[in-house]
């Protein structure tokens, strides 16, 4: 059964940085993506970031160049490198990960809050 277990958010005062990591397990079927989608209060889930098995990365507008993802394919594991946050950027993040013949999984979503 597919696991994803994320970890990494937390509390950052305006301009911080955090890192977050989300680690797929359970299934023995190769990864085509993975990556990551936010939700703010009050608003929908928007994505954030996506990576391909043969490291095609994208972004979306609102993180590019501030965000950087990367993965550990020995340890099935992306990362998600947050630079100059603020305010705007407090939200639930969502790993998420597309394997071939199977659903879009979701992790369980970890709390990212940027304050001072």
């Known amino acids: 059964q597919e696991r994803l277990v994320e970890s990494g958010g937390g509390l950052v005062q305006p301009g911080g940085s955090l890192r977050l990591s989300c680690a797929a397990s359970g299934s023995s079927v190769n990864i085509l993506r993975m990556g990551w989608y936010r939700q703010a209060p009050g608003k929908q889930r928007e994505w954030a970031a996506t990576?391909?098995?043969?490291?095609?990365?994208a972004y979306a507008e609102s993180v590019k160049g501030r965000f950087s993802l990367s993965r550990d394919n020995a340890k099935n594991t992306v990362y998600l490198q947050m630079n100059t946050l603020s305010p705007e950027d407090t939200a639930v993040y969502y790993c998420f990960v597309d394997r071939p013949g199977a659903p879009r999984y979701w992790g369980q979503g970890t709390q990212v809050t940027v304050s001072s």
């Open positions: 990576i391909t098995n043969v490291g095609t990365i």
